[in-house]
């Protein structure tokens, strides 16, 4: 089978010492594309070079907000840096951006100020963007309606409740499933039938959220097959074809072949 990882971070320096066989043996694996994203100017730029050595792979350009008060350290500079990076080959989406008002490490201030640039950035470029959600879904909806159909979001690593996932899809965005999928304690298996399949993506968060059987270990792109089986047998479709339903899916939302 065949899937698309629309979300990694392999600039990271758990794979700094095996990075090329890590990529290779996803490809081996029938990873067809992998989306890397940056969470900072750094490793933005860090997803734009892999982008130009593999050609399977792929860069989303932006600020964490958990790097919120980073990015409001200078907000027209930085938001320069990253215009100037979304015209870069390879760029195709906008992220990892978002909300995180569980933590508490940056301000809500500081979290929306720069979220508010990012959606700029992703309407003035027509590139989708990448949502990170913890604690905002009802924020992250204001944004939405507010930009209505001039953005088009990917929630990554979608862990919501069923009417906020049918509210997003009606609307043309989309739904990352990753590793947590898998796990015992996950109730999306209820619910994922629910949804309309050409809205939802594969991904992993490498390094993080390994899938069952590897939780707790270092994630990386190859694992997506794991969480690929587990989303088939609760859709009770092929794996075979989810995996190229949502191979589909990522390409059409990142405008790639």
């Known amino acids: 089978?065949?899937?698309?990882?629309?979300?990694?971070?392999?600039?990271?320096?758990?794979?700094?010492?095996?990075?090329?066989?890590?990529?290779?043996?996803?490809?081996?694996?029938?990873?067809?594309?992998?989306?890397?994203?940056?969470?900072?100017?750094?490793?933005?730029?860090?997803?734009?070079?892999?982008?130009?050595?593999?050609?399977?792979?792929?860069?989303?350009?932006?600020?964490?907000?958990?790097?919120?008060?980073?990015?409001?350290?200078?907000?027209?500079?930085?938001?320069?840096?990253?215009?100037?990076?979304?015209?870069?080959?390879?760029?195709?989406?906008?992220?990892?951006?978002?909300?995180?008002?569980?933590?508490?490490?940056?301000?809500?201030?500081?979290?929306?100020?720069?979220?508010?640039?990012?959606?700029?950035?992703?309407?003035?470029?027509?590139?989708?963007?990448?949502?990170?959600?913890?604690?905002a879904s009802e924020e992250l909806k204001d944004f939405l309606e507010e930009y209505n159909s001039d953005v088009t979001a990917i929630f990554h690593c979608y862990t919501g409740d069923e009417q906020f996932g049918t509210w997003a899809i009606e609307r043309g965005h989309y739904l990352g499933l990753g590793g947590i999928f898998t796990f015992p304690s996950c109730d999306l298996r209820d619910i994922v039938r629910s949804w309309d399949l050409d809205h939802l993506l594969l991904e992993t968060d490498s390094p993080f959220l390994s899938p069952v059987p590897y939780r707790g270990k270092r994630n990386e792109p190859s694992f997506i097959l794991h969480t690929a089986r587990a989303i088939a047998e609760a859709v009770g479709i092929s794996p075979e074809e989810l995996g190229e339903r949502t191979t589909a899916n990522a390409c059409r939302v990142l405008g790639l072949p």
């Open 1 to 135: 089978m065949k899937a698309f990882d629309t979300h990694a971070h392999l600039f990271w320096s758990d794979f700094d010492k095996d990075r090329e066989e890590v990529i290779s043996r996803a490809a081996d694996q029938g990873v067809t594309g992998i989306l890397n994203l940056g969470t900072t100017v750094e490793s933005s730029q860090a997803c734009v070079m892999l982008a130009e050595k593999y050609p399977h792979c792929h860069a989303a350009i932006g600020f964490h907000p958990h790097d919120a008060t980073n990015f409001s350290s200078d907000p027209d500079d930085n938001l320069s840096k990253l215009l100037s990076l979304a015209a870069q080959p390879g760029v195709v989406a906008v992220g990892e951006t978002g909300l995180d008002f569980f933590k508490g490490r940056d301000t809500e201030e500081e979290q929306i100020e720069s979220l508010h640039a990012h959606f700029d950035l992703a309407r003035r470029t027509s590139l989708p963007i990448v949502l990170h959600n913890r604690s």
